[in-house]
């Protein structure tokens, strides 16, 4: 069975940073591709980065395209998504999520079947 947990979230102010964590369970990440997403209230869950394990490649939303970095450890099956130089509109429950590796995928929601419980990242003016 599939599972991710996610921690690291919380209250930063505008220019901080945090490093969100997530532990991986029950596959292998070198036939996963991995993602976080976000969900602000009232708004639709966005794809933030993702990366397929196997070649290293990574996708940014053009948003955090600079500030953000994601990256993966497979010997703990530990992805990271290291979030500089925040700005309150990154305000939003941080997931993260995986899907079998296959050439179809893209780093949107609805490609994802998989999913962590969510963290609160809070970034204040």
């Known amino acids: 069975e599939v599972q991710l947990v996610e921690s690291g979230g919380g209250l930063v102010q505008a220019g901080g940073s945090l490093r969100l964590s997530c532990a991986a369970s029950?596959?292998?990440?070198?036939?996963?591709?991995l993602g976080w997403f976000r969900q602000a209230p009232g708004k639709e869950r966005e794809g933030v980065s993702c990366?397929?394990?196997?070649?290293?490649?990574?996708y940014y939303r053009d948003s955090v395209k600079g500030r953000f970095t994601i990256s993966s450890d497979n010997a703990k099956n530990t992805m990271y998504l290291q979030m500089n130089n925040l700005e309150p509109e990154d305000t939003a429950v941080y997931y993260c999520?995986?899907?079998?590796?296959?050439?179809?995928?893209?780093?949107?929601?609805?490609?994802?079947?998989?999913w962590g419980q969510g963290t609160q990242v809070t970034v204040s003016s």
């Open positions: 990366i397929d394990s196997s070649d290293g490649s990574t």
């Open positions: 029950g596959f292998s990440f070198d036939d996963y591709i």
């Open positions: 999520a995986a899907v079998p590796d296959r050439a179809s995928v893209v780093c949107r929601a609805g490609d994802f079947d998989s």
